[in-house]
Protein backbone atom coordinates (compact mmCIF):
# COMPACT_ATOMS: atom_id res chain seq x y z
CA UNK A 1 0.00 0.00 0.00
CA UNK A 2 2.85 2.31 0.86
CA UNK A 3 4.76 1.62 -2.14
CA UNK A 4 1.84 2.09 -4.27
CA UNK A 5 1.60 5.70 -2.57
CA UNK A 6 5.32 6.22 -3.23
CA UNK A 7 4.68 5.32 -6.73
CA UNK A 8 2.25 7.90 -7.34
CA UNK A 9 3.72 10.33 -5.79
CA UNK A 10 6.90 9.80 -7.91
CA UNK A 11 4.73 9.94 -10.98
CA UNK A 12 3.14 12.95 -9.79
CA UNK A 13 6.44 14.54 -9.28
CA UNK A 14 7.89 13.53 -12.78
CA UNK A 15 4.91 14.81 -14.16
CA UNK A 16 5.42 18.39 -12.07
CA UNK A 17 9.33 18.43 -13.51
CA UNK A 18 8.01 17.93 -16.80
CA UNK A 19 5.62 20.29 -16.78
CA UNK A 20 7.93 22.87 -14.91
CA UNK A 21 10.81 21.93 -17.93
CA UNK A 22 7.65 22.65 -20.38
CA UNK A 23 7.21 25.80 -18.84
CA UNK A 24 10.89 26.75 -18.88
CA UNK A 25 11.34 25.76 -22.57
CA UNK A 26 8.45 27.63 -23.58
CA UNK A 27 9.26 31.18 -21.23
CA UNK A 28 12.93 30.14 -23.18
CA UNK A 29 11.64 30.25 -26.61
CA UNK A 30 9.53 32.99 -26.22
CA UNK A 31 12.38 35.29 -24.86
CA UNK A 32 14.82 33.85 -27.36
CA UNK A 33 11.63 35.19 -30.01
CA UNK A 34 11.33 38.75 -28.17
CA UNK A 35 15.01 39.22 -28.70
CA UNK A 36 15.03 38.08 -32.14
CA UNK A 37 11.90 40.59 -32.77
CA UNK A 38 14.11 43.34 -30.98
CA UNK A 39 16.93 43.08 -33.20
CA UNK A 40 14.83 42.49 -36.21
CA UNK A 41 13.49 46.04 -35.91
CA UNK A 42 16.87 47.14 -36.22
CA UNK A 43 18.05 44.96 -38.84
CA UNK A 44 14.34 46.24 -40.80
CA UNK A 45 16.30 49.51 -41.53
CA UNK A 46 18.85 48.76 -43.74
CA UNK A 47 16.68 46.30 -45.49
CA UNK A 48 14.50 49.25 -45.58
CA UNK A 49 17.57 50.60 -47.50
CA UNK A 50 17.56 48.02 -50.16
CA UNK A 51 14.23 48.35 -51.01
CA UNK A 52 15.24 50.28 -54.01
CA UNK A 53 18.02 47.62 -55.11
CA UNK A 54 15.35 45.24 -54.82
CA UNK A 55 12.98 46.89 -56.98
CA UNK A 56 15.79 47.83 -59.36
CA UNK A 57 16.83 43.77 -59.47
CA UNK A 58 12.73 43.19 -59.82
CA UNK A 59 13.11 45.59 -62.94
CA UNK A 60 15.63 43.02 -64.61
CA UNK A 61 13.45 40.49 -65.79
CA UNK A 62 9.66 40.05 -65.58
CA UNK A 63 10.03 36.40 -63.70
CA UNK A 64 12.11 38.25 -61.40
CA UNK A 65 9.82 41.01 -61.04
CA UNK A 66 6.56 38.14 -60.23
CA UNK A 67 9.42 36.43 -57.41
CA UNK A 68 10.10 39.73 -55.39
CA UNK A 69 6.88 41.24 -55.78
CA UNK A 70 5.16 38.19 -54.25
CA UNK A 71 8.00 37.97 -51.73
CA UNK A 72 8.17 41.22 -50.41
CA UNK A 73 4.11 41.99 -49.23
CA UNK A 74 4.40 38.27 -48.08
CA UNK A 75 7.46 39.51 -45.60
CA UNK A 76 5.81 42.39 -44.42
CA UNK A 77 2.75 40.81 -43.71
CA UNK A 78 4.62 38.15 -42.15
CA UNK A 79 6.22 40.80 -39.78
CA UNK A 80 2.75 42.50 -39.07
CA UNK A 81 1.34 39.68 -38.21
CA UNK A 82 4.56 38.96 -35.51
CA UNK A 83 4.21 42.86 -34.42
CA UNK A 84 0.46 42.24 -33.88
CA UNK A 85 0.46 39.24 -31.95
CA UNK A 86 3.16 40.67 -29.47
CA UNK A 87 1.14 44.06 -28.89
CA UNK A 88 4.53 46.03 -29.36
CA UNK A 89 4.99 49.70 -31.13
CA UNK A 90 6.72 49.21 -34.51
CA UNK A 91 8.47 52.48 -36.32
CA UNK A 92 8.76 49.71 -39.55
CA UNK A 93 5.80 50.02 -41.21
CA UNK A 94 5.89 53.68 -40.52
CA UNK A 95 9.06 53.95 -42.04
CA UNK A 96 8.39 51.89 -44.94
CA UNK A 97 5.19 54.05 -45.90
CA UNK A 98 7.43 57.44 -45.60
CA UNK A 99 10.46 56.03 -47.81
CA UNK A 100 8.21 53.97 -50.57
CA UNK A 101 6.14 57.24 -51.08
CA UNK A 102 9.30 59.26 -51.11
CA UNK A 103 11.27 56.45 -53.39
CA UNK A 104 8.55 56.32 -55.92
CA UNK A 105 8.09 60.07 -55.83
CA UNK A 106 11.95 60.61 -56.40
CA UNK A 107 11.32 57.79 -59.65
CA UNK A 108 8.40 59.73 -60.87
CA UNK A 109 10.55 62.95 -60.88
CA UNK A 110 13.93 61.29 -62.42
CA UNK A 111 12.54 58.68 -64.73
CA UNK A 112 8.78 59.72 -65.85
CA UNK A 113 8.82 63.27 -65.54
CA UNK A 114 12.11 63.71 -68.42
CA UNK A 115 10.22 61.99 -70.80
CA UNK A 116 7.95 64.53 -71.49
CA UNK A 117 4.58 62.63 -71.87
CA UNK A 118 4.05 64.27 -68.44
CA UNK A 119 2.53 68.55 -67.79
CA UNK A 120 3.29 70.73 -65.46
CA UNK A 121 -0.18 70.54 -63.97
CA UNK A 122 -0.33 66.98 -63.48
CA UNK A 123 3.39 66.97 -61.72
CA UNK A 124 2.11 70.07 -59.29
CA UNK A 125 -1.48 67.68 -59.19
CA UNK A 126 0.89 64.90 -57.74
CA UNK A 127 3.04 66.91 -55.68
CA UNK A 128 0.54 68.32 -53.74
CA UNK A 129 -1.23 65.52 -53.21
CA UNK A 130 1.73 63.74 -51.59
CA UNK A 131 2.60 66.75 -49.95
CA UNK A 132 -0.90 66.66 -48.54
CA UNK A 133 -0.19 63.25 -47.46
CA UNK A 134 2.38 64.01 -45.32
CA UNK A 135 0.39 67.06 -43.82
CA UNK A 136 -2.40 65.05 -42.77
CA UNK A 137 -0.63 61.92 -41.46
CA UNK A 138 1.50 64.50 -39.13
CA UNK A 139 -2.15 66.03 -37.91
CA UNK A 140 -3.61 62.09 -37.31
CA UNK A 141 -0.14 61.66 -35.36
CA UNK A 142 -1.29 64.39 -32.98
CA UNK A 143 -3.24 61.26 -31.26
CA UNK A 144 -6.08 59.46 -31.04
CA UNK A 145 -7.60 61.16 -28.25
CA UNK A 146 -6.88 58.78 -24.98
CA UNK A 147 -9.08 58.93 -21.91
CA UNK A 148 -7.69 62.16 -19.54
CA UNK A 149 -6.62 59.72 -16.89
CA UNK A 150 -6.21 63.00 -14.54
CA UNK A 151 -9.39 64.29 -14.73
CA UNK A 152 -11.35 61.17 -14.63
CA UNK A 153 -9.27 59.39 -12.13
CA UNK A 154 -8.97 62.21 -9.84
CA UNK A 155 -12.76 62.62 -10.32
CA UNK A 156 -13.64 59.30 -9.32
CA UNK A 157 -11.47 58.84 -6.51
CA UNK A 158 -12.97 56.26 -4.10
CA UNK A 159 -15.29 54.78 -6.69
CA UNK A 160 -15.46 51.29 -7.20
CA UNK A 161 -15.64 48.96 -9.83
CA UNK A 162 -19.33 49.09 -10.03
CA UNK A 163 -19.70 52.58 -9.06
CA UNK A 164 -20.66 55.69 -11.62
CA UNK A 165 -18.80 58.73 -13.01
CA UNK A 166 -19.65 61.70 -11.77
CA UNK A 167 -17.91 63.18 -14.10
CA UNK A 168 -18.70 63.96 -18.02
CA UNK A 169 -22.14 62.89 -19.80
CA UNK A 170 -23.46 60.66 -16.79
CA UNK A 171 -23.18 63.48 -14.15
CA UNK A 172 -26.26 63.82 -11.89
CA UNK A 173 -27.38 67.29 -11.72
CA UNK A 174 -30.06 68.31 -8.55
CA UNK A 175 -33.68 69.27 -10.21
CA UNK A 176 -33.46 67.95 -13.21
CA UNK A 177 -36.13 66.56 -15.12
CA UNK A 178 -37.43 62.96 -15.40
CA UNK A 179 -36.80 62.47 -18.74
CA UNK A 180 -33.73 63.84 -19.17
CA UNK A 181 -32.66 61.46 -15.46
CA UNK A 182 -33.70 58.28 -17.98
CA UNK A 183 -31.34 59.35 -20.31
CA UNK A 184 -28.57 60.13 -18.24
CA UNK A 185 -29.33 56.67 -16.08
CA UNK A 186 -28.75 54.82 -19.90
CA UNK A 187 -25.73 56.67 -20.60
CA UNK A 188 -24.40 55.71 -17.60
CA UNK A 189 -24.70 52.14 -17.93
CA UNK A 190 -22.40 52.50 -20.74
CA UNK A 191 -19.51 53.36 -19.08
CA UNK A 192 -17.63 50.45 -18.22
CA UNK A 193 -13.98 50.15 -16.06
CA UNK A 194 -10.70 49.58 -17.33
CA UNK A 195 -8.69 47.14 -15.06
CA UNK A 196 -5.73 48.23 -16.78
CA UNK A 197 -5.51 51.85 -16.01
CA UNK A 198 -8.10 51.63 -13.33
CA UNK A 199 -10.60 54.41 -14.48
CA UNK A 200 -14.05 54.35 -16.05
CA UNK A 201 -14.13 55.34 -19.53
CA UNK A 202 -16.63 57.04 -21.54
CA UNK A 203 -18.98 54.60 -23.90
CA UNK A 204 -17.47 53.13 -26.92
CA UNK A 205 -13.84 53.67 -25.60
CA UNK A 206 -11.41 50.91 -25.48
CA UNK A 207 -7.67 50.06 -23.97
CA UNK A 208 -5.20 49.55 -26.68
CA UNK A 209 -2.65 46.76 -25.30
CA UNK A 210 -0.13 48.23 -27.73
CA UNK A 211 -0.33 51.85 -26.63
CA UNK A 212 -1.10 50.90 -22.84
CA UNK A 213 -4.17 53.75 -22.92
CA UNK A 214 -7.88 53.96 -23.43
CA UNK A 215 -8.55 55.52 -26.10
CA UNK A 216 -11.86 57.18 -26.45
CA UNK A 217 -14.05 55.86 -29.54
CA UNK A 218 -11.51 53.14 -29.98
CA UNK A 219 -11.53 51.99 -33.39
CA UNK A 220 -8.53 50.47 -34.14
CA UNK A 221 -4.63 50.54 -33.55
CA UNK A 222 -2.99 50.61 -37.13
CA UNK A 223 0.56 49.68 -37.43
CA UNK A 224 1.11 52.18 -40.52
CA UNK A 225 0.44 55.05 -38.58
CA UNK A 226 2.35 53.42 -35.42
CA UNK A 227 -1.25 54.75 -32.96
CA UNK A 228 -4.25 54.43 -32.55
CA UNK A 229 -7.06 55.29 -34.63
CA UNK A 230 -10.39 57.26 -31.83
CA UNK A 231 -12.26 59.91 -31.71
CA UNK A 232 -9.83 62.96 -31.82
CA UNK A 233 -8.22 61.29 -35.22
CA UNK A 234 -10.38 59.14 -36.62
CA UNK A 235 -11.69 61.71 -39.56
CA UNK A 236 -8.31 62.97 -40.25
CA UNK A 237 -7.26 59.05 -41.09
CA UNK A 238 -9.72 58.67 -43.01
CA UNK A 239 -8.98 61.55 -44.89
CA UNK A 240 -4.94 60.68 -45.16
CA UNK A 241 -6.09 56.94 -46.12
CA UNK A 242 -8.18 58.87 -49.01
CA UNK A 243 -6.31 61.65 -50.69
CA UNK A 244 -2.91 59.07 -50.24
CA UNK A 245 -5.07 55.98 -52.43
CA UNK A 246 -6.26 58.83 -55.30
CA UNK A 247 -2.64 60.52 -55.45
CA UNK A 248 -1.26 57.04 -55.99
CA UNK A 249 -3.78 56.44 -58.38
CA UNK A 250 -3.30 59.19 -60.24
CA UNK A 251 0.59 58.57 -60.02
CA UNK A 252 0.26 54.85 -61.28
CA UNK A 253 -1.97 56.29 -63.92
CA UNK A 254 0.60 59.11 -65.11
CA UNK A 255 3.40 56.74 -65.37
CA UNK A 256 1.02 54.10 -67.21
CA UNK A 257 0.05 56.67 -69.39
CA UNK A 258 3.77 57.52 -70.09
CA UNK A 259 5.72 53.78 -70.40
CA UNK A 260 2.73 52.61 -72.19
CA UNK A 261 0.30 55.56 -73.88
CA UNK A 262 -1.46 52.84 -76.35
CA UNK A 263 -2.85 50.42 -73.39
CA UNK A 264 -5.74 51.96 -70.98
CA UNK A 265 -3.74 52.00 -67.51
CA UNK A 266 -5.85 49.34 -65.87
CA UNK A 267 -4.84 47.28 -69.14
CA UNK A 268 -1.61 48.46 -69.62
CA UNK A 269 -0.53 47.15 -65.56
CA UNK A 270 -1.20 43.40 -67.46
CA UNK A 271 -0.29 43.87 -70.87
CA UNK A 272 2.48 46.01 -71.77
CA UNK A 273 4.79 44.86 -75.00
CA UNK A 274 8.29 46.74 -75.03
CA UNK A 275 8.46 47.70 -71.75
CA UNK A 276 11.87 45.62 -70.68
CA UNK A 277 13.23 46.38 -74.01
CA UNK A 278 14.60 48.89 -71.99
CA UNK A 279 15.89 49.46 -67.98
CA UNK A 280 13.94 53.41 -67.47
CA UNK A 281 10.38 52.03 -68.35
CA UNK A 282 11.25 48.20 -66.77
CA UNK A 283 11.80 50.37 -63.76
CA UNK A 284 8.71 52.56 -63.77
CA UNK A 285 6.74 49.48 -64.92
CA UNK A 286 7.89 47.72 -61.43
CA UNK A 287 7.28 50.25 -59.24
CA UNK A 288 4.11 50.83 -60.70
CA UNK A 289 3.25 47.25 -59.56
CA UNK A 290 4.54 47.82 -56.32
CA UNK A 291 2.61 50.45 -55.45
CA UNK A 292 -0.37 48.99 -56.85
CA UNK A 293 -0.02 46.29 -54.84
CA UNK A 294 0.28 49.04 -51.87
CA UNK A 295 -2.44 50.92 -52.99
CA UNK A 296 -4.92 47.75 -53.47
CA UNK A 297 -4.28 46.55 -49.53
CA UNK A 298 -5.05 50.56 -48.72
CA UNK A 299 -8.31 50.62 -50.97
CA UNK A 300 -9.48 47.64 -48.96
CA UNK A 301 -8.98 49.07 -45.73
CA UNK A 302 -10.71 52.46 -46.85
CA UNK A 303 -13.52 50.40 -48.13
CA UNK A 304 -14.40 48.28 -44.80
CA UNK A 305 -13.98 52.30 -43.16
CA UNK A 306 -15.90 53.45 -45.23
CA UNK A 307 -18.70 50.80 -44.54
CA UNK A 308 -17.85 50.77 -40.42
CA UNK A 309 -18.83 54.53 -40.80
CA UNK A 310 -21.98 53.59 -42.80
CA UNK A 311 -23.57 51.18 -40.18
CA UNK A 312 -21.48 53.52 -37.13
CA UNK A 313 -19.50 50.63 -36.04
CA UNK A 314 -15.89 50.61 -34.94
CA UNK A 315 -13.55 47.89 -35.91
CA UNK A 316 -13.22 46.95 -32.03
CA UNK A 317 -17.06 46.85 -31.82
CA UNK A 318 -17.03 44.52 -34.86
CA UNK A 319 -14.69 42.35 -33.63
CA UNK A 320 -16.65 41.99 -30.19
CA UNK A 321 -19.82 41.45 -31.45
CA UNK A 322 -18.24 38.53 -33.82
CA UNK A 323 -16.54 36.85 -30.68
CA UNK A 324 -19.78 37.22 -28.91
CA UNK A 325 -21.94 36.64 -31.60
CA UNK A 326 -23.71 39.33 -31.74
CA UNK A 327 -23.46 41.22 -35.09
CA UNK A 328 -24.31 40.23 -38.43
CA UNK A 329 -22.69 39.91 -41.46
CA UNK A 330 -23.35 42.68 -44.10
CA UNK A 331 -22.12 42.83 -47.62
CA UNK A 332 -20.20 39.97 -48.42
CA UNK A 333 -19.15 39.87 -44.75
CA UNK A 334 -16.85 43.49 -45.18
CA UNK A 335 -19.44 44.98 -42.38
CA UNK A 336 -20.43 43.48 -38.90
CA UNK A 337 -23.59 44.93 -38.27
CA UNK A 338 -24.08 45.32 -34.57
CA UNK A 339 -27.27 47.70 -34.60
CA UNK A 340 -26.40 49.18 -31.77
CA UNK A 341 -25.48 52.91 -32.37
CA UNK A 342 -26.99 52.39 -36.25
CA UNK A 343 -29.38 55.65 -36.73
CA UNK A 344 -29.21 55.06 -40.52
CA UNK A 345 -26.49 55.83 -43.46
CA UNK A 346 -27.11 58.91 -43.84
CA UNK A 347 -27.47 60.39 -40.29
CA UNK A 348 -24.32 58.03 -39.34
CA UNK A 349 -22.54 60.13 -41.45
CA UNK A 350 -23.97 63.39 -39.88
CA UNK A 351 -22.70 61.74 -36.33
CA UNK A 352 -19.30 61.01 -37.93
CA UNK A 353 -18.46 64.04 -39.09
CA UNK A 354 -19.52 66.37 -36.74
CA UNK A 355 -18.19 63.96 -34.11
CA UNK A 356 -17.16 66.10 -31.21
CA UNK A 357 -13.02 66.10 -31.02
CA UNK A 358 -11.71 63.90 -28.01
CA UNK A 359 -9.58 65.87 -25.39
CA UNK A 360 -6.22 64.82 -26.72
CA UNK A 361 -4.93 63.98 -23.23
CA UNK A 362 -0.18 64.88 -22.71
CA UNK A 363 -0.21 61.20 -23.90
CA UNK A 364 -0.88 62.74 -27.17
CA UNK A 365 1.83 65.30 -27.21
CA UNK A 366 4.37 66.43 -29.63
CA UNK A 367 7.37 63.32 -28.73
CA UNK A 368 4.43 61.15 -30.07
CA UNK A 369 4.69 62.06 -33.99
CA UNK A 370 7.18 59.55 -34.93
ZN1 LIG B 1 -7.24 51.20 -20.20
ZN1 LIG C 1 -2.84 51.79 -29.85
Known amino acids: MCKKRLLNLMEKCQKWEWLKEKHFRSSCQSSVFGLVMEHLEISMIPALLLLPVLLQVAAAHYLLGISILTALPGLVLWYYYATHRRKR ?3 FFLSLALYSLAYMYYLFITQVVPRGDVGLLQVSTATSGMLLTVALLIHTKRGPGFVPQP ?25 AP ?19 CRIMRPPRAGHCRTCGGCVQRLDHHCVWINSCVGQANHRSFLLT ?24 AVTALFYCPGVYAHYSTALCFTCSWYSSII ?34 RRLFGLVIDTGEHSRGFFQNWVDFLTMKDASVSLRSSCTDLV
Open 241 to 264: LSVFVLTSLYGISLVLGSICPQQR
Open 295 to 328: TGGLLYVLLVQVLNISFNVTEREARLALRSKKGQ
Open 178 to 196: AELQAGKEALRGKWSWCPV
Open 151 to 175: AVHGALSGTTKSSTPSVGPGASSSG
Open 89 to 91: RTL
